[in-house]
């Protein structure tokens, strides 16, 4: 099993374009979260789905971040326009039978800079 | 939601000692808490987790204790060494969603 697999590994852009991220979860696992790391905030759970419906997007900073989640292998997260305080960390993570009450396992994260 | 307060924010040792990390929570409904290690530049990783319903969790030179009623736990390390490293998070899950506590970074010194 190759893991939970994010792309790209590195994101450089500027202020105010279209950063998309993606995330292929384990084989089989039905919860899918993503996750944003600082120094500041430590990890922030932004958006989860199970069974690819989004089931709480309380997390999500605000309109210009969104998620999809079109099938079971596969996830997005947008931002548009993307912001310097946007730079982070952002990991993507799969569960399970059971969604979040076994561990997740995450992704290797994608580290975004917006200059 | 769950609030999860971790202490201390850094731990330093000295290699062959034991390690403590403390985690509190908020909310009693919250039933499964695992700890995940993260070294520097990579993903965090699950090491123990233990569930609502037990006391205590022992994994070689790691174990966990959870205390319902004072509503904390708290993860060992014993024989410490320099490969134990790295930055550690507890989390309590809580309607299928982790929160995580702030980190302990924890240095063993050789």
């Known amino acids: 099993d190759a893991g939970v697999i994010q792309s790209p590994r590195h994101e450089v852009t500027e202020m105010g374009q279209e950063v998309t991220l993606r995330c292929k979860p384990i084989?089989?696992?039905?919860?899918l979260f993503w996750y944003r790391q600082t120094m500041m905030r430590g990890l922030e759970l932004l958006i989860y789905?199970?069974?690819?419906?989004?089931?709480?997007d309380s997390g999500m900073p605000e309109d210009r971040f969104s998620a999809k989640m079109p099938n079971a292998s596969f996830s997005t997260l947008k931002i548009q326009p993307s912001e310097p305080r946007d730079s982070a960390v952002y990991f993507c993570?799969?569960?399970?039978?059971?969604?979040?009450?076994?561990?997740?396992?995450f992704g290797s994260g994608t580290r975004l800079t917006v200059v | 939601g769950e609030n999860v307060e971790q202490h201390p924010s850094t731990l330093s040792v000295q290699e062959g000692d034991s390690a403590v990390i403390k985690c509190t929570y908020s909310?009693?409904?919250?039933?499964?808490f695992p700890w995940y290690k993260q070294e520097l530049g990579k993903r965090p990783q699950l090491i123990i987790d233990?569930?609502?319903?037990?006391g205590e969790k022992k994994d070689q030179r790691i174990a966990v204790t959870l205390n319902k009623t004072a509503k904390h736990f708290s993860l060992h390390i014993t024989e410490t060494q320099p490969e134990d490293s790295a930055v550690y998070f507890c989390?309590?899950?809580?309607?299928?969603?982790?929160?995580f506590g702030s980190g302990t970074k924890l240095n063993v010194k050789p």
């Open positions: 233990i569930r609502s319903n037990v």
């Open positions: 993570a799969s569960s399970g039978v059971g969604g979040a009450n076994y561990g997740y396992t």
């Open positions: 909310d009693s409904a919250s039933n499964y």
């Open positions: 789905f199970n069974n690819n419906v989004p089931i709480d």
């Open positions: 084989s089989g696992h039905n919860s």
């Open positions: 989390a309590a899950s809580y309607f299928n969603k982790f929160y």
